[in-house]
């Protein structure tokens, strides 16, 4: 796949693309963009959103979070799926931060990764969506970028690195919107592949 011709397919997606805000946008701090960010995996973003609106109401920072019960944190997330798995995660994720960072979300992926709950596409998720440079590789990424032969791996961080092959970096923390938006616009499998194979005739 040429580079200059996946960039032209990409911008055409970012054309026609819906608008809605995904779980990680427009939070007011780093921790609630983290929180989110983890709550979401395998979650819509819509749910993802109404649950952390009323979580952060009651718990808005680390410190808050860290002393909080894992009964009533469950309460509160039920809607998510794996919520009582997610629910201990989030604790714990909480405690450290307050600890070990004194509240703050440390901006560097291998500390990331080491907070409970945090893997690859979360912390990558996290940090383009706080300016860095990185993609976060989902089910709506990982089916466009084979749709369009932009990679054949056969697992995120393997997908995840072709993109990066194929795209200028400054392209890279913009990837995972783009395409996660426009997979949850098209939702019938239908109609996104016909759009999909237009782009993929795309001339340059």
Request: aromatic residues 10%; glycine residues 4%; charged residues 30%.
């Amino acid at each position: 796949m040429d580079s200059k011709k996946a960039i032209a397919q990409l911008k055409k997606i970012n054309e026609i693309k819906g608008d809605m805000r995904l779980a990680a946008e427009s939070w007011d701090s780093k921790f609630k963009t983290l929180i989110s960010t983890l709550l979401s995996a395998r979650t819509l973003d819509e749910t993802t959103i109404k649950v952390c609106s009323t979580l952060f109401e009651k718990f808005p920072d680390a410190k808050k979070l860290s002393e909080a019960s894992l009964v009533e944190i469950q309460s509160i997330i039920k809607p998510v799926n794996f919520y009582i798995t997610k629910s201990k995660n989030i604790i714990g994720c909480a405690k450290i931060l307050s600890e070990k960072y004194d509240g703050n979300v440390p901006l560097k992926y291998d500390r990331l990764i080491e907070l409970p709950g945090v893997g690859n596409k979360t912390a990558n998720v996290f940090l383009s969506e706080n300016g860095y440079n990185t993609i976060g590789v989902d089910t709506h990424v990982y089916f466009i970028a084979h749709y369009l032969d932009w990679s054949n791996g056969k697992g995120s961080e393997d997908v995840e690195n072709d993109l990066k092959k194929l795209f200028p970096e400054s392209y890279w923390k913009e990837l995972n919107s783009i395409l996660v938006k426009f997979g949850k616009k098209y939702t019938s499998r239908k109609r996104k592949k016909e759009l999909l194979d237009e782009i993929k005739n795309i001339k340059v």
